[in-house]
């Protein structure tokens, strides 16, 4: 365990330093965070941490949608061809929306089979449950759903740092009890 570390870098568990009594204080300039906006707001460690998820997840997107971009143009040539009568908000609406829910599949397999994403991978992030391996198929399912439209993954975020002080935890992550944590 790193001397400064505030949280365990394998399970996300807040820890206590070797120093602390067991009742520590707290004096007027060391406030204990209210919540995981406040540690994001004073702690650079949440800073940076949030921003190598936000990242990964980035990589992650572009990849996934250039994948998909291609695909739909290869579906959509036909209709756009043949068809020009052709509902295409319909038909271009449908594919937002799969896209959506492929980028969860996307994001729910690879975190159950190996603990990561691509982008988690490179930014050296990995799932872990609250067993402490890598997340089963369905927790991993929950924990990326807010992940089909981007206001939804924005209030998920948001909720769940409000509600904790555990910074590393979305809501979905606190609701199947699993964390991101640095490797």
Same mark, same amino acid.
């Given at each position: 365990m790193p001397a400064d570390? *505030?949280?365990?870098?394998?399970c996300g568990a807040p820890v206590q330093s070797s120093a602390s009594? $067991?009742?520590? %204080?707290? %004096?007027? *300039?060391?406030?204990?965070? /209210?919540?995981g906006i406040d540690a994001l707001m004073k702690d650079r460690k949440a800073q940076e941490y949030w921003f190598r998820r936000f990242i990964a997840l980035v990589v992650d997107a572009v990849i996934v949608f250039v994948i998909l971009a @291609? @695909? %739909?143009?290869?579906? $959509?040539?036909p209709f756009l061809l043949f068809n020009r009568s052709a509902p295409f908000t319909w038909f271009f609406g449908t594919f937002s929306a799969?896209? #959506? /829910?492929?980028?969860v599949f996307y994001?729910?397999?690879?975190?159950?089979?190996? #603990? $990561?994403s691509f982008g988690k991978r490179v930014f050296n992030l990995r799932v872990v449950s609250k067993r402490g391996s890598t997340p089963t198929l369905a927790e991993a399912f929950v924990r990326n759903l807010s992940k089909i439209y981007w /206001? /939804?993954?924005?209030?998920?975020?948001?909720? #769940?740092?409000?509600?904790?002080?555990? +910074?590393q =935890?979305? +809501?979905?992550? =606190?609701?199947?009890g699993t964390t991101v944590v640095s490797e």
């Amino acid at each position: 365990m790193p001397a400064d570390a *505030t949280f365990c870098p394998s399970c996300g568990a807040p820890v206590q330093s070797s120093a602390s009594s $067991a009742a520590p %204080t707290v %004096t007027a *300039t060391q406030t204990p965070p /209210l919540s995981g906006i406040d540690a994001l707001m004073k702690d650079r460690k949440a800073q940076e941490y949030w921003f190598r998820r936000f990242i990964a997840l980035v990589v992650d997107a572009v990849i996934v949608f250039v994948i998909l971009a @291609i @695909i %739909t143009a290869v579906v $959509a040539l036909p209709f756009l061809l043949f068809n020009r009568s052709a509902p295409f908000t319909w038909f271009f609406g449908t594919f937002s929306a799969l896209w #959506g /829910l492929i980028l969860v599949f996307y994001f729910a397999i690879s975190e159950s089979a190996s #603990g $990561a994403s691509f982008g988690k991978r490179v930014f050296n992030l990995r799932v872990v449950s609250k067993r402490g391996s890598t997340p089963t198929l369905a927790e991993a399912f929950v924990r990326n759903l807010s992940k089909i439209y981007w /206001l /939804l993954l924005l209030l998920d975020v948001i909720v #769940g740092l409000a509600v904790s002080k555990n +910074y590393q =935890q979305k +809501y979905s992550d =606190q609701f199947v009890g699993t964390t991101v944590v640095s490797e």
